[in-house]
Each structure stands twice: as C-alpha cells, then as structure tokens.
C-alpha cells in the first residue's frame, strides 16, 4: 500500500523525475526537453531545498510515485527563491533570445529562471500558501492525492496559514476536475494560452 511521509533530501531524484513524467499538463514531458532537469528547477526541487518542512511524498513498494510541495508564505518563498535559488541556475541555463514563438519547452523554462513570475497580492492577502502536487498514474484515481492534500492542509493549518493557492494548467483537465471535486473555490479564468486556472481554499 502507497504511505505518505515527510521529503527528505534523498528524494531529490525522485521529485526530478516526477515532475519531467508530469509536466505535460499531467502528461509525460520527456520528449520535449533536451535537459530533463529544468521542469523539477522550476516546479519542485527549490522547495526541498528552502522549505522542506512543507513537503511530503507518497512511496510505494516500486519507490517515490507523488509528492506535494509548497510555502506556508507565498511572497517570502518567492524572495527566497530570488536570493538563494535563481542566482544558482542563471549561468547553467542562458536567458533565451529570438522570437517567443520559436522557442521550446528548455527556451520557457529558462526564461521562468530568469524572469520568475511574482504571485498576485490579490492571491497571498487572502491565501497565503500555495502548492504543487504531482502522482505517477499508477497512483491516480485511487484517492491518493486528496489524502496527500489533506495532509498537506493539516500541516498548513498547524503552521498557522490563513489560505492556500494553486495554479493549474487549463489543459490539465483531469487535474481540473479533481481540485473541483476536492472542495478548492475556482477564480474567474483569464483564458489565455499560459495563464493558469487559479484555485483558492480558505483554512
């Protein structure tokens, strides 16, 4: 049977790896990185590194299928993030050049390293906290995840946190549909090609 535990520094490869074989809107991204690694820089790997406390994985008798991760404190994390983590990554992966359009998924993930997008006042005065969560699909569909995100909010709630966020992508459908079934609120949808569907959860 999957058990969730805290992440420790030992599942770095782990969360690397699922966050490549899910970064397609929840769909396998290997064939559209050169360098595999980017997605994890991005999306999981700095919360190991700077809030560790606020993660957990879902583990199995196969090894890590899912985590989540996140930030009691959204605009902190992202200071943090500013101070300790991009200045790290900018010289290994050259700020792109050319047109937008033309470039490929390593392009807009180095562009995110350089030009990391700050969370809304509007989200973080009201939900502070936000979080990534990803599972391999041998765990989808069994209830893993909302155990895992129950989990997730029990921690939030004892660390004294107000509210949490998340974005997803409006591609990710059936990710879309879980937060919904959850009980997370949904914020009206801009509707453009990379904006997130933003959800909310008052604790």
Known sequence: MPHIRPV???????????????????QDATRLYKDGRLVGHV???PYLALEPESGFVVEDEAGVCGYIVG????????????AEWWPKLRP???????LPETWGADELRAWTIHHPR??????????????????LPR????????KLIARWLEAMRAAGSRGVHLGCSPLNTRALGFYRAYGFGELP???????????TMTL
């Not at 290994?92 to 050319?98: A, K």
């Not at 765990?139 to 909302?146: D, E, I, N, S």
């Open 8 to 26: 420790q520094p030992a599942d770095i490869d782990a969360l690397y790896r699922i966050s490549l074989l899910t970064g397609d809107a929840g």
């Open 43 to 45: 999306y999981s790997a």
């Open 71 to 82: 930030a009691v404190d959204t605009p902190a994390f992202e200071a943090r993030l500013e």
């Open 92 to 98: 290994l992966y050259p700020e792109p050049s050319g």
């Open 118 to 135: 700050r969370t809304s006042e509007k989200l973080t005065d009201i939900w502070p906290s936000h979080l990534h969560i990803n599972l």
């Open 139 to 146: 765990l989808q569909g069994k209830g893993v995840g909302a």
């Open 189 to 199: 949808f801009a509707g453009k090609r990379f904006e997130p569907v933003w959800f």
